[in-house]
């Protein structure tokens, strides 16, 4: 089993910044993908930014140029620096980890989610 244990978030008023942290524990033999979805009231979870082993990065056009998905492998751990927050950024934002097992299967986790409100 792997856990995932995310830290940041809060509450900033728009144009500030935060940092969002997730870090993998337990039984991992590699990890595939590395993501952030969100998901605000009323609406589907979307995909945020992704990073994949090879460091290739992919975001929402919502978010391009104002958040920064980044990795630290030795840690087993993602960041996300959003910058620029807008009101619309509000929502509970969730990591997502895909892990490949030694017999090659892939296997999704996510974490417990942390609420993001921009507002002044």
């Known amino acids: 089993q792997v856990q995932l244990v995310e830290s940041g978030g809060g509450l900033v008023q728009p144009g500030g910044s935060l940092r969002h942290s997730c870090a993998a524990s337990?039984?991992?033999?590699?990890?595939?993908?590395m993501g952030w979805y969100r998901q605000a009231p009323g609406k589907q979870r979307e995909l945020v930014a992704a990073?994949?082993?090879?460091?290739?990065?992919n975001y929402a056009d919502s978010v391009k140029g104002r958040f920064t998905i980044s990795r630290d492998n030795a840690k087993n751990t993602v960041y996300l620096q959003r910058n620029s927050l807008k009101p619309e950024d509000t929502a509970v934002y969730y990591c997502n980890v895909i892990t490949r097992l030694p017999a090659g299967s892939l296997r999704a986790y996510w974490g417990q989610g942390t609420q993001v409100a921009v507002s002044s």
């Open positions: 990073i994949t082993s090879d460091s290739s990065t």
């Open positions: 337990g039984s991992i033999f590699s990890i595939n993908f």
